[in-house]
């Protein structure tokens, strides 16, 4: 057999096209083996390989460098169609490193939005011994139509009927004819028809596609057309959706809390407004204290097991105990009333009637085929899960330091401890039995959700629970010994202390990121897309000593941190007692404490010198000073007093100009975020003050740049590939300058939120300024609502006004529905891939649907570490199927914005 490969490549003096590919025809990806291509002119080379027989079909090009270099092109490896002819020729085209038209090929288009409603075969086949087949890659075609071909010459209809292909290899569309039917010079088209009438609706935008088709005198043979790049004549795919966390659902069917059950009444308001995306919150187990700090769903107690509050109640099955029934009916309605989510009392509800409903149905449940399944297919981390839930409701703690002869895991202890033998095993399997219901009732409703054309957009957070299974079981992946969070920014004056543990990447690469792969893995058996929460922890993180509670005493990990000598250099001696240790002296005491100066004094300050402080052994951390003020943790009973002392000596410790590296070999420094704000810095003459100003932006933002970008290049494209979901990252703050680049790179799609302009010139971004792949909104769950940030700020809010929105008239003191409509609307005419909004700032827009509580529609303060996540819609989904009005509004708003055609 011979096989013939061509493919077009604008190549420079130097270069040589080559093939690899997995078969010893094509070397078994060994570069030493690899076949050097022949230039044949006009960008053209080619190749004919001999090969009796191509086990392996995998094949790709690269360009080799005439210094030995390679660059291999982009996107996946290439598979070979079967090689059935005496001699078959393959024309292929070069795939770019970065193309943005490989998102199509993600799940959201080829699972749910573009899959085909069903198969589609060629019509009578040819029985020529001589084939001409078109391969035409096209994921972006919709489901009620089919692709097809049109050209000169009678085999493809002479441009006017044009002949179906086949969908059964979608995102490809194949069409094989009898190459006796076509002259040696083609052209031809591609076109979208109408799959029952085959009228045709859209034909590709683009100059006819030529080729000169090659004779062959074998006895048989076949010409493979590998088609790409369909030019749509409306552009590229823009979709629209809503972001809605799932606890914030309402409807007479919940218990107080929305529940995966609910999203199916959700999928049904998304197909009536015209919205084809839901993105949530994670759902990932937090049960670490039994309290709302619970309610945070950023910080789960497992990256594998979802939260049991998201259970569909009746769908478990109905309690006998008619009593009982009825207690809990009446507790619904209790909870059904309530204008917020109460995590405590409903999740207390829940877990009484779990390990009822446990009870009564376990014996039969345990028997039944899909259970095993499940349990089977989830072992490895249902155990460990099982067995962290089992002991820390017997010791009352999530913390597993404290659980005696179970504080380091151990494998075959736990493997004892969930041995179906012992007396207390009910209340291990009691956990397999509630995750059980949960992946059956969320896979239903995401099934629902892809029946209806919706695809569902996960969360990921940037870390684990330092009280985890994770962290517990695989300490090894995780620097246990400190936090992470966010350098400050304009919501978070302090930065922000997540209490996370930052990541052992080094030790995460040994096995290729293997568990990131099996968190991604398990998270595609549900979505389609996900957010990764803080992006930007990929390329570097925010890390906090455990001494400290505001981010403020934060630095990026991995660093450069500065010597000495390097500080120096610049022009400033280097006084470690003054930049390092917290400056404290008596003139400022009072900005800080007010009235109760003296106290402070007297009781938390040692005098060193004269007006000089420094905090007493027993405060000198802020930890130490927030146990000592909030021995419980719980800060709703403190007194006004006690907050400005406690809140002020944490305060005083912020006052340093420079961090010590923890990791350094030797003594090296980080400039303290935002350290202009502080006594410190302004009491130093000017000379210094220009100096650090001039390190301070050299170090922050140009000294790491290519250092970070390199490092996430060693992590993301790993991680990119674990999955086929669209990776959506969140990439506000301090954007370090290569992230555009590295994300652009693999595909990712930005944030674009207006308040959060990434051009520091501007003081709002402008929705038509985002880049097509990006995800442009209107806020997110860390912000105030449109209607919240319009009462925030009103000078700000009349810049916005007038210059935004374009009025010269007076600005409306309140964010009238009129005003929402005008904002959404600019988001809808963005560029950016997705338009996605929080379901409060769509509410907005109808003035007798929306809540008249503004101040309430926020789901988090990012800096209230004890914020509780408890918002709750104040429509039922029922009450928003049946709003006609809104609902065409917004069906009308996607229509007129293009975001609701799929060709």
């Known amino acids: 057999m011979k096989l013939n490969l061509s493919i077009e490549y604008e190549s420079r003096w130097g270069q040589v096209i080559c093939v690899s590919g997995s078969d010893k025809a094509f070397g078994e990806w060994s570069p030493e083996q690899a076949i050097q291509m022949d230039y044949a002119g006009n960008n053209l080379w080619v190749v004919s390989i001999e090969a009796n027989q191509i086990m392996s079909p995998e094949y790709k090009y690269y360009v080799l460098e005439a210094n030995g270099s390679m660059a291999w092109e982009g996107g996946n490896n290439r598979l070979l169609p079967k090689l059935e002819t005496a001699e078959v020729f393959i024309r292929d085209y070069w795939h770019p490193d970065i193309d943005m038209e490989r998102v199509m090929l993600t799940r959201v288009f080829t699972e749910v939005i573009m899959k085909p409603a069903s198969p589609f075969k060629q019509g009578k086949k040819t029985k020529s011994k001589h084939l001409l087949s078109f391969n035409m890659l096209a994921p972006r075609v919709g489901k009620a139509f089919l692709l097809a071909v049109t050209g000169s010459g009678n085999g493809l209809g002479n441009w006017t009927k044009p002949i179906p292909m086949s969908n059964e290899q979608y995102p490809f569309w194949t069409l094989t004819l009898d190459q006796n039917l076509f002259d040696e010079h083609l052209e031809y088209k591609y076109v979208i028809v109408d799959r029952s009438t085959g009228a045709i609706k859209t034909w590709e935008e683009r100059p006819n596609r030529i080729i000169k088709l090659p004779q062959f005198a074998a006895e048989s043979s076949k010409i493979v057309l590998n088609d790409e790049k369909f030019i749509y004549p409306i552009g590229p795919y823009k979709g629209a959706g809503v972001a809605v966390p799932i606890f914030s659902l309402k409807t007479e069917q919940g218990f107080g809390v929305g529940e995966f059950n609910d999203m199916k009444k959700l999928v049904d308001w998304c197909v009536k407004s015209g919205l084809k995306m839901i993105q949530v919150l994670p759902i990932n187990e937090t049960v670490a204290t039994h309290s709302?700090?619970?309610?945070?769903?950023?910080?789960?107690?497992?990256?594998?097991?979802?939260?049991?509050?998201?259970?569909?109640?009746?769908?478990?099955?109905?309690?006998?105990?008619?009593?009982?029934?009825?207690?809990?009916?009446?507790?619904?309605?209790?909870?059904?009333?309530?204008?917020?989510?109460?995590?405590?009392?409903?999740?207390?509800?829940?877990?009484?009637?779990?390990?009822?409903?446990?009870?009564?149905?376990?014996?039969?449940?345990?028997?039944?085929?899909?259970?095993?399944?499940?349990?089977?297919?989830?072992?490895?981390?249902?155990?460990?899960?099982?067995?962290?839930?089992?002991?820390?409701?017997?010791?009352?703690?999530?913390?597993?330091?404290?659980?005696?002869?179970?504080?380091?895991?151990?494998?075959?202890?736990?493997?004892?401890?969930?041995?179906?033998?012992?007396?207390?095993?009910?209340?291990?399997?009691?956990?397999?039995?509630?995750?059980?219901?949960?992946?059956?009732?969320?896979?239903?409703?995401?099934?629902?959700?892809?029946?209806?054309?919706?695809?569902?957009?996960?969360?990921?957070?940037?870390?684990?629970?330092?009280?985890?299974?994770?962290?517990?079981?695989?300490?090894?992946?995780?620097?246990?010994?400190?936090?992470?969070?966010?350098?400050?920014?304009?919501?978070?004056?302090?930065?922000?202390?997540?209490?996370?543990?930052?990541?052992?990447?080094?030790?995460?690469?040994?096995?290729?990121?293997?568990?990131?792969?099996?968190?991604?893995?398990?998270?595609?058996?549900?979505?389609?897309?996900?957010?990764?929460?803080?992006?930007?922890?990929?390329?570097?993180?925010?890390?906090?000593?455990?001494?400290?509670?505001?981010?403020?005493?934060?630095?990026?990990?991995?660093?450069?941190?500065?010597?000495?000598?390097?500080?120096?250099?610049?022009?400033?001696?280097?006084?470690?007692?003054?930049?390092?240790?917290?400056?404290?002296?008596?003139?400022?005491?009072?900005?800080?404490?007010?009235?109760?100066?003296?106290?402070?004094?007297?009781?938390?300050?040692?005098?060193?010198?004269?007006?000089?402080?420094?905090?007493?052994?027993?405060?000198?951390?802020?930890?130490?000073?927030?146990?000592?003020?909030?021995?419980?943790?719980?800060?709703?009973?403190?007194?006004?007093?006690?907050?400005?002392?406690?809140?002020?000596?944490?305060?005083?410790?912020?006052?340093?100009?420079?961090?010590?590296?923890?990791?350094?070999?030797?003594?090296?420094?980080?400039?303290?975020?935002?350290?202009?704000?502080?006594?410190?810095?302004?009491?130093?003459?000017?000379?210094?003050?220009?100096?650090?100003?001039?390190?301070?932006?050299?170090?922050?933002?140009?000294?790491?740049?290519?250092?970070?970008?390199?490092?996430?290049?060693g992590k993301l494209p790993a991680i990119a590939k674990a999955s086929n979901m669209l990776i959506c990252g969140e990439d506000l703050g301090m954007v370090p300058e290569g992230v555009p680049e590295v994300m652009q790179q693999l595909n990712m799609l930005s944030l674009e939120v207006q308040r959060m302009p990434k051009n520091p010139k501007v003081e709002f971004a402008h929705p038509a300024d985002a880049p097509y792949l990006s995800v442009c909104t209107t806020s997110t769950h860390d912000m105030s609502t449109i209607r919240g940030w319009w009462e925030e700020d009103k000078e700000k809010t009349k810049r916005f006004y007038h210059h935004v929105l374009g009025h010269n008239d007076k600005m409306p003191f309140y964010a009238e529905p009129w005003i929402c409509e005008e904002i959404i609307n600019q988001h809808l005419h963005s560029p950016a891939m997705w338009a996605l909004f929080p379901i409060q700032d769509l509410i907005a827009m109808d003035g007798s649907l929306r809540w008249d509580q503004t101040d309430k529609e926020r789901i988090n303060v990012p800096s209230d570490p004890e914020n509780k996540w408890r918002y709750r819609m104040t429509l039922s989904l029922d009450e928003l199927l049946a709003a006609n009005d809104f609902n065409q509004l917004i069906k009308d708003l996607v229509h007129l914005s293009g975001r609701d055609v799929d060709y």
């Not at 401890?417 to 012992?422: G, I, R, S």
């Open 292 to 713: 709302w700090l619970d309610s945070y769903p950023y910080k789960s107690i497992s990256v594998m097991a979802l939260h049991p509050m998201y259970l569909h109640l009746p769908a478990m099955g109905k309690l006998k105990d008619n009593t009982m029934d009825a207690n809990f009916k009446l507790l619904k309605k209790q909870l059904n009333q309530l204008q917020y989510v109460d995590y405590v009392a409903m999740f207390n509800a829940k877990t009484r009637f779990f390990k009822l409903i446990f009870d009564q149905e376990w014996g039969k449940v345990s028997k039944q085929k899909d259970y095993q399944k499940f349990f089977e297919a989830n072992r490895s981390w249902l155990l460990p899960y099982a067995a962290f839930c089992y002991l820390r409701d017997q010791y009352k703690t999530s913390d597993f330091r404290q659980w005696e002869t179970y504080a380091t895991y151990d494998p075959k202890k736990i493997k004892q401890l969930c041995n179906p033998q012992n007396d207390f095993h009910e209340h291990i399997a009691v956990h397999y039995f509630i995750q059980y219901h949960l992946d059956k009732q969320l896979r239903e409703a995401i099934d629902y959700a892809h029946k209806n054309g919706v695809a569902v957009k996960g969360d990921i957070p940037i870390g684990i629970s330092p009280n985890s299974i994770e962290a517990w079981a695989e300490p090894k992946f995780f620097n246990l010994k400190a936090q992470s969070g966010a350098p400050p920014d304009d919501f978070a004056v302090m930065g922000q202390n997540w209490g996370f543990p930052t990541y052992n990447w080094a030790e995460m690469a040994r096995d290729g990121f293997g568990w990131w792969r099996k968190r991604l893995s398990m998270m595609e058996k549900y979505f389609d897309a996900y957010r990764i929460d803080h992006i930007l922890g990929f390329f570097r993180i925010w890390e906090i000593p455990l001494h400290a509670i505001h981010g403020l005493q934060g630095y990026f990990k991995p660093g450069l941190p500065l010597t000495p000598n390097e500080i120096e250099e610049k022009g400033i001696w280097f006084d470690e007692e003054r930049y390092t240790k917290p400056y404290i002296r008596g003139h400022f005491l009072h900005d800080f404490f007010g009235e109760f100066v003296d106290e402070v004094r007297k009781s938390y300050l040692n005098e060193v010198d004269f007006d000089v402080f420094e905090l007493k052994q027993a405060f000198n951390t802020q930890r130490k000073i927030y146990d000592h003020f909030t021995p419980d943790g719980e800060t709703s009973d403190i007194s006004g007093k006690v907050i400005i002392i406690r809140d002020g000596l944490m305060g005083l410790l912020n006052e340093v100009l420079f961090i010590r590296d923890p990791y350094a070999a030797q003594r090296a420094f980080h400039p303290r975020i935002a350290f202009h704000f502080t006594y410190s810095y302004r009491e130093l003459v000017q000379q210094q003050k220009q100096v650090l100003d001039d390190l301070y932006i050299d170090f922050f933002y140009k000294r790491h740049d290519n250092f970070w970008k390199w490092h996430a290049m």
